[in-house]
Structure formats: structure tokens, C-alpha cells
């Protein structure tokens, strides 16, 4: 069962520069804990431990508090997308925090909440950490609801300009429900979806990193399988499909997706497949 942090974040959703932020302070030495960091990442010191937190969250930290392979690639000034100017790099850093589960409120709600309740509450949110991972604090567990919240939450067009301080918005995953009469709640939905602007590229870099090692994939297990790619960018059966089919056709890799007897399979042709040459490829084309 993955050790996660319902806190840590300070209450902050993470802000779009604050990976490339945290990425220059740590990649030029910075400690988080030195008393000068509030004056180096010129932000307050509860900002300073937001930061911290979520570049845990998106594994740009490892365990000796120094940057990621990950992040190297994706934030140093001659990497693949520093500012996030590619929608592929929105995707991936969607994966990164998801799968990594670091951050509570995403990956219990990508793999389990939303599957118990398609249109799901805070206040279900809080029961469900409750029961199953004996969480006490109806404000720690409330505060992380809406940290999670602020940052895939896609605004409405008269609240755009608070769409440009969410990392995670213009993914346009996480929808409000209309407000129901008898219930004061607010409802939250994430809705099965073909995700057509997912690049087929950044797709695959996820399965081959969430299966690692492994050349014959069964359709199911990439659908429906905790922290599988169909879990965490909520894909439809057909969405899948169709992004499997669109990876063998583009001849990314050499690869097969074939259905025998009813047993769908995806078969990586090549071996040794490195990863991040996939990504290369694709922010270097």
C-alpha cells in the first residue's frame, strides 16, 4: 500500500514554474530546510515546503532529496519543455503525480474513488480516507481534497485567468456537476474519454514505464489495473484502442496489437526499449 501524504503541501496547489522553480534551486545545491531558501526561491517559508512537497509529488525528487532523471530532461534550461509549453509535458507530469503516489488526493482518486462514485464530493473523499487509511483530520484530508481540486479543476471561460494557476487545468479531466437542490455538496466528475489530444508518444512512454521489462501487455491489465494507463488518464475502452492502434501505425516502436480468442494484447517487438528515447523522439521531432 503506497505511504501517502494527505499533507505536506501546506495547503498550496502546485503552481505552474514551481517544478522548473524547485528543479534550478535544487540542480544549484539549494536546501529546502536552509533558513535562506525563502530568499533564494522568493517565496514565503509555508511556499518553500509546498514546493518541496510537490516535486516529491511529481518525481522530481529521489530519495536523496537531489533531481530525478525525469526531471533533468523535462526542466533544466536545455531540457525537452522547462516552461510547459507542450501539452504532452501536461500529460506526463498528469502520469508522474498519479502513478508516483506521493500526493494522496490524485492517486486515490484516479484508481479507486471515482470508480466507487462517478460523481464524487469532498465530503466523500473524506469518508473513504477515513475507512480505508485511518485518516483522523477532517481539515488535513479536506485541505488535500482541494489542493487536488485547484489543480485539475478547468474553469469556466468568466474564471480563465485562474485556469493559468493550475498546473493540471487545460487537461480539462476534473469537471464540476451541477449543483443538485436537495444536497449542499459540490460534485466532481472524471468521465471515460477517447482523450484524442493524449500524444500517442506520450502513451506509450507511460506503459512501457509502468511495465517495465515487460514486452507482452494485456489490454485489461493497461485499462483497469491500479496506476494503469486507462486508471489514470480515465480512458475509454475505445480511447485505448484506438492509441494502441495509432502507436503500432506511427511505427514509434516496433509493436503489435493483436486480439486472439477474445485476448487483446499489445507486444512490443524490439528489446531493451529505453524509455526516455521514446520521449526524446517525441519533443525532439
Known amino acids: ?17 514551481w517544478l522548473k522553480k524547485g528543479f534550478d534551486f535544487k540542480n ?24 518541496r512537497f510537490w516535486m516529491n509529488a511529481f518525481n522530481a525528487l529521489n530519495g536523496q532529496n537531489g533531481v530525478t532523471e525525469i526531471a533533468t530532461r523535462l526542466f533544466a534550461d536545455d531540457g525537452w519543455d522547462p516552461y510547459l509549453e ?11 503525480l498519479v502513478s ?5 488526493a490524485p492517486n486515490i482518486i484516479f484508481n479507486r474513488l471515482r470508480k466507487l462514485y462517478p460523481e464524487f464530493s469532498q465530503t466523500q ?28 479543476l478547468h474553469k469556466k471561460s468568466n474564471e ?9 487545468a487545460d487537461l480539462k479531466i476534473l469537471e464540476r456537476v451541477p449543483k443538485r437542490a436537495a444536497d449542499a455538496n459540490q460534485y466532481f466528475t472524471i468521465k471515460l474519454s477517447e482523450r484524442k489530444n493524449l500524444p500517442p508518444a506520450i502513451l506509450l512512454y507511460c506503459i512501457l514505464d509502468s511495465n517495465p521489462g515487460t514486452q507482452s501487455i494485456n489490454f485489461e491489465d493497461m485499462l483497469m489495473n491500479e496506476n494503469s494507463v486507462g486508471n489514470i488518464f480515465a480512458l475509454n475502452r475505445d480511447g485505448l484502442y484506438k492509441k494502441l492502434e495509432e502507436i503500432v501505425d506511427a511505427k514509434i516502436v516496433k509493436a503489435t496489437f493483436t486480439v486472439t480468442a477474445g485476448i ?18 517525441y519533443y525532439e521531432s
Not at 508516483?100 to 494522496?104: M, S, V
Request: hydrophobic share 35%.
Open 1 to 17: 500500500m503506497n505511504k501517502y501524504k494527505f499533507s505536506g503541501h501546506e495547503s498550496f496547489h502546485c503552481k505552474p514554474l
Open 28 to 51: 544549484k545545491g539549494g536546501n529546502f530546510n536552509d533558513a535562506h531558501s525563502v530568499v533564494k526561491l522568493g517565496v514565503g517559508k509555508n511556499m518553500v515546503a509546498s514546493i
Open 86 to 96: 507542450d501539452e504532452g509535458t501536461l500529460w506526463l507530469l498528469h502520469y508522474l
Open 100 to 104: 508516483t503516489g506521493y500526493a494522496a
Open 125 to 152: 473523499f473524506n469518508k473513504f480516507a477515513k475507512q480505508e487509511f485511518q485518516q483522523s483530520s477532517d481539515n488535513t484530508i479536506n485541505r488535500d481534497f482541494q489542493a487536488f481540486e485547484r489543480t485539475f
Open 160 to 168: 480563465i485567468e485562474e485556469n493559468t494557476n493550475s498546473l493540471l
Open 264 to 281: 487483446k494484447i499489445f507486444q512490443i517487438k524490439q528489446k531493451n526499449i529505453k524509455p526516455f528515447n521514446i520521449l526524446k523522439k
